[in-house]
């Protein structure tokens, strides 16, 4: 059985340009998550996708934004890249919310 | 207060001990409980999970939740240097409706040879 995908697996941005990442999740899994990691911090969870609907979002501003389509896939876009955006950028699903996530390998994305 | 609190280490323990990792939680409904593994560079991978008091063995890895004190810790026995790597606690809590999963900031485990 495949494990989540994530694409792609690095990105180099200036800032203020945008940025869509793209996961998909193991099959018959409906949630999907998105966190963010910084060098060397924990996980920061930025949104909760399930059954197509953001369920929640985690204390980051509007320009972090995202989807889910109907086959479950999702998208992260954030718009106009600060610095400090770099990070890793994990995705992980789960059966059903609040079920166990398994987490895909992350994009690594770098803003110059 | 933080959902769930580690500390952030480094822990260091030689090869062949036991590492004792520890995390709390807190006071809310809480269903679930799971242990991540994450090296440097690479997303967290699941080690255990445990749902009910007690301990819970799977191979080198125990388990150990105490819902009372609001306690959750792994175990790792004959420590080896791949162990080295963050450990992530997460408990997934009812809120509102909604059961939420929340991420410690993890415990760097050092294990020298």
């Keep these: 059985e495949a494990g989540v995908t994530q694409s792609p697996t690095h990105l180099i941005k200036t800032r203020g340009q945008q940025v869509t990442l793209r996961c998909s999740p193991i099959s018959g899994h409906t949630s999907v998550y998105w966190y963010q990691q910084a060098l060397g911090l924990g996980l920061q969870f930025l949104l ?15 320009r972090f934004s995202g989807r889910q389509f109907p086959n479950y896939s999702s998208e992260l876009n954030v718009n106009a890249l600060e610095l400090e955006d770099s990070a890793l950028y994990l995705c992980a699903s789960s059966t059903r919310q609040g079920q166990t996530q398994y987490f895909g390998p992350g994009t690594r994305l770098l803003v110059l | 207060q933080k959902e769930v609190e580690q500390n952030s280490g480094p822990l260091s323990v030689p090869e062949g001990a036991i590492a004792s990792l520890n995390c709390t939680y807190s006071d809310r409904v809480s269903q679930s409980f799971f ?4 090296y440097s560079g690479k997303s967290p991978e699941l080690i255990m999970s445990i749902y009910s008091n007690g301990d819970k063995e799977d191979g080198r890895f125990t388990a150990q939740l105490n819902k009372a004190s609001q306690y959750v810790s792994l175990l790792i ?21 909604f059961n939420k999963f929340y991420f410690g900031s993890g415990t760097k485990l050092n294990v020298k040879p």
């Excluded at chain 1, 909760?48 to 509007?62: A, H, I, K, M």
């Design chain 2, 77 to 97: 026995r004959d420590s080896q240097p791949s162990d080295s790597a963050t450990y992530l606690c997460a408990v997934n809590m009812q809120e509102h409706n």
């Design chain 2, 35 to 38: 242990w991540y593994r994450q």
């Design chain 1, 48 to 62: 909760w996708y399930d059954e197509g609907e953001e369920r929640n979002r985690g204390n980051f501003p509007p």
